[in-house]
């Protein structure tokens, strides 16, 4: 079982999960793009009853593609982005990779959204490509 810990920048956020990781990926959606200002977002799949939280962070819900609420939540303070629920995967946390404490054992296997991925990214070949997010 894996052991993650990881916080905000400012380290009022602090969380920890251990779990095995449902998946790894690179997003490229447009909403990943807007929030971390980058190309994509590396988010890191647990099971959201693993996942536990300490400090209060804020919440953005806005409309994912398939119409469903999604939920974004961030450090009020220092705007860190911390995890990602969305109401069509309700038993899972998309925890954004930057945040972890302990980044060394990360390897994504996957990309999703490519359709929306910049053009001038480099696609992984030895990763899942997914246009979208898969089922």
Same mark, same amino acid.
């Given at each position: 079982?894996?052991?993650?810990? @990881?916080?905000?920048?400012?380290?009022?956020?602090?969380?920890?999960?251990?779990?095995?990781?449902?998946?790894?990926?690179?997003?490229?959606?447009?909403?990943?793009? /807007?929030?971390?200002?980058?190309?994509?977002?590396?988010?890191?799949?647990?099971?959201?009853?693993?996942?536990?939280?300490?400090?209060?962070?804020?919440?953005?819900?806005?409309?994912?593609?398939? @119409?469903?609420?999604?939920? /974004?939540?961030?450090?009020?303070?220092? @705007?860190?982005?911390?995890?990602? !629920?969305?109401?069509?995967?309700?038993?899972?946390?998309?925890?954004?990779?930057?945040?972890?404490?302990?980044?060394?054992?990360? /390897?994504?296997?996957? !990309?999703?959204?490519?359709?929306?991925?910049?053009?001038?990214? /480099?696609?992984?070949?030895?990763?899942?490509?997914?246009?979208?997010?898969? @089922?």
């Amino acid at each position: 079982m894996q052991q993650m810990s @990881g916080g905000c920048l400012c380290g009022q956020i602090r969380y920890s999960a251990e779990a095995e990781p449902i998946m790894t990926a690179i997003c490229h959606c447009n909403d990943c793009q /807007r929030q971390t200002g980058s190309a994509f977002a590396v988010v890191i799949a647990v099971p959201r009853p693993a996942l536990k939280i300490q400090g209060q962070a804020k919440t953005f819900q806005g409309q994912g593609a398939s @119409g469903k609420p999604t939920h /974004r939540h961030f450090c009020p303070d220092c @705007g860190s982005p911390i995890f990602v !629920e969305i109401d069509v995967m309700p038993d899972v946390a998309f925890v954004r990779c930057g945040t972890l404490d302990d980044k060394t054992w990360l /390897r994504p296997t996957a !990309e999703v959204w490519c359709e929306t991925a910049q053009p001038w990214t /480099r696609q992984h070949l030895d990763m899942q490509r997914f246009q979208r997010m898969p @089922g």
